[in-house]
């Protein structure tokens, strides 16, 4: 069965964050505001979307 997929888009600047934090936004393949990116809405990868929150919005694929 598929998984299901979330669309993550960078809409905060990680200037300012905590460097954990930075290194996150970077795993999930956000670089500049606005940019996008799909990924599978498995355990690991909503655990960082839960860590970095106030940086990202989230919507289902």
Request: no cysteine.
């Amino acid at each position: 069965m598929a998984e299901k997929k979330i669309k993550i888009s960078l809409v905060r600047s990680t200037i300012g964050v905590i460097p954990a934090q930075r290194a996150t936004v970077r795993s999930l393949g956000l670089r500049k505001i606005g940019s996008s990116v799909v990924q599978n809405a498995n355990p690991a990868v909503l655990g960082m979307v839960k860590r970095v929150a106030h940086l990202v919005t989230v919507s289902n694929v």
